[in-house]
């Protein structure tokens, strides 16, 4: 059973709570993410939250603050992480469950990488859970 760790994304871009809602849109732009965990500090990578480019329009700019706004204020704190032991099925159903498009994978609270919809769907892995989750999430965005 394949796991999680063998489809995530290592080393994903990640900002701490020192930097500001600018510099995550930047890292969006130049890693083409809409999802930046926010870590303790880079070396040691606790991880703290996530900022996802729909928090950046809704809690920043929507909000009127300007990009030197703090990190923790637009970011997420409930995370929905996993293992990395996780398999890549029941990640795709938390997702589905969850209505979320992304995990961050945490080893010992520490990030080690992302999975995504797209990396199970776009490796065959699981394609038609992938499929009916991102399915299941999009309808429920249409809500």
Do not use: C
């Amino acid at each position: 059973m394949k796991t999680v760790k063998e489809v995530m994304t290592k080393e994903p871009a990640t900002v701490t709570l020192q930097d500001n809602v600018y510099e995550v849109a930047v890292k969006m732009r130049d890693y083409d993410t809409g999802f930046i965990p926010v870590v303790d500090n880079e070396e040691h990578k606790t991880l703290l939250g996530v900022i996802t480019d729909r928090d950046l329009v809704i809690r920043g700019y929507a909000a009127k603050h300007p990009g030197s706004t703090s990190v923790e204020t637009v970011m997420s704190k409930e995370i929905q992480a996993v293992s990395e032991n996780t398999s890549v099925d029941e990640a795709a159903e938390l997702m589905a469950g969850w209505q979320i498009r992304r995990l961050a994978v945490t080893r010992d609270q520490k990030l080690v990488g992302v999975v995504s919809i797209g990396d199970l769907a776009v490796r065959d892995i699981f394609a038609d859970e992938a499929g009916e989750a991102l399915h299941d999430i999009s309808q429920q965005h249409l809500h």
